[in-house]
């Protein structure tokens, strides 16, 4: 059974995402593109990678965004052709399938394929690709999953927000080590990707497995630092998550965990909640013999910030 994940979910981490994410990875995965690279983002979501990588590549550059949600791939176009006009950029649609950014250094070339990953990389191009990248995906992948990518992938891989089990809810309650069992155990759930979800693991299994091909592995802490304001919303939706995960996979401590929800929820509602959730971020290097010389960075254009989307 393959995992669904909501749209509002998505939006309403995109902005904590993008504040959280490596610059220096980023910079080193861009360092190593050729003139006009060929992206594939794997679970690409509503598109929250490509509307802050992009503008970091800058130069003309082709997505090809895969999910199984066909919705989320429709998101995702209306989300980055909005968010492109907000701050002055052309956007327009070739034909129904490709949307172009016209952005000063070239433009982005933006199309979706719709592919269950667990058949993955057999159903993927990637003969198309200078670099595949993800985000928040590879903690939901089993470790044959990901052994069989490093192993067909011969381009840069980057995987951002790879959860770490780093988290922490401010200040201490009691049930917090409970309902951090039970999340920690509903992470390791079969998440349709042919086996346990690697969970907490990811960071050192991408390490593993592109370092078993002779890729070079580096990383860095992408961690989320959550208080109040404008992360009000989030914390809740985390409360919320923590505690149904945890009850799933604990009902006997149902009771508590339901009061450690309400306890929480309500330090929330009076601004006295902060949390800080472990992620890393991963890029994965080929060795460099033969690869084309990166082109000069132009300057960069920027997306917009997190706006509510335009719906069909
Ligand atoms: C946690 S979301 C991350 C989305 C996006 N990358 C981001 O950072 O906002 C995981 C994404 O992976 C997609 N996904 C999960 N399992 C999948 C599968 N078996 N095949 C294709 N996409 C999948 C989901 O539809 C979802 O869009």
Excluded at 23 to 35: F, S, V, Y
Excluded at 52 to 78: C, K, S
Excluded at 180 to 198: M, S, W
Aim: charged share 25%.
């Amino acid at each position: 059974m393959s995992e669904e994940f909501e749209l509002d979910w998505l939006d309403l981490r995109e902005p904590h995402d993008a504040a959280a994410r490596s610059e220096a990875l980023a910079e080193a995965l861009i360092a190593r593109l050729p003139a006009r690279p060929r992206l594939m983002d794997l679970g690409a979501g509503t598109g929250s990678l490509f509307r802050w990588l992009a503008p970091r590549i800058g130069r003309a550059q082709a997505w090809t965004l895969v999910d199984q949600n066909r919705e989320m791939t429709e998101a995702a176009f209306d989300t980055i052709a909005d968010r492109a006009e907000q701050v002055g950029l052309k956007v327009t649609f070739p034909n129904r399938r490709t949307l172009l950014v016209h952005a000063p250094g070239g433009a982005w070339r933006v199309e979706a394929l719709i592919a269950d990953l667990a058949h993955a990389p057999d159903n993927l191009p990637l003969q198309n690709a200078d670099a595949v990248v993800c985000s928040a995906l590879c903690d939901l992948v089993s470790a044959p999953w990901l052994a069989r990518m490093a192993a067909a992938i011969r381009v840069p891989f980057y995987a951002g927000l790879n959860v770490d089990g780093r988290d922490r809810f401010l200040p201490p309650v009691p049930g917090d080590a409970l309902v951090a069992r039970g999340f920690a155990r509903d992470q390791g759930r079969d998440k349709g990707f042919g086996g346990r979800a690697l969970g907490a693991k990811a960071a050192a299994e991408i390490a593993r497995a592109f370092g078993a091909q002779g890729y070079q592995v580096q990383a860095a802490a992408s961690d989320w630092v959550l208080r109040g304001g404008p992360a009000t919303s989030l914390l809740s939706e985390l409360v919320f998550g923590h505690a149904e995960a945890a009850i799933a996979q604990d009902f006997r401590h149902a009771a508590q965990i339901s009061a450690w929800r309400e306890r929480r929820l309500q330090q929330g509602s009076l601004g006295r909640l902060q949390a800080r959730i472990g992620h890393r971020d991963v890029l994965a290097l080929p060795p460099e013999a033969g690869w084309p010389a990166a082109a000069p960075v132009p300057a960069r254009a920027a997306m917009a910030p997190a706006l509510p989307r335009r719906r069909r």
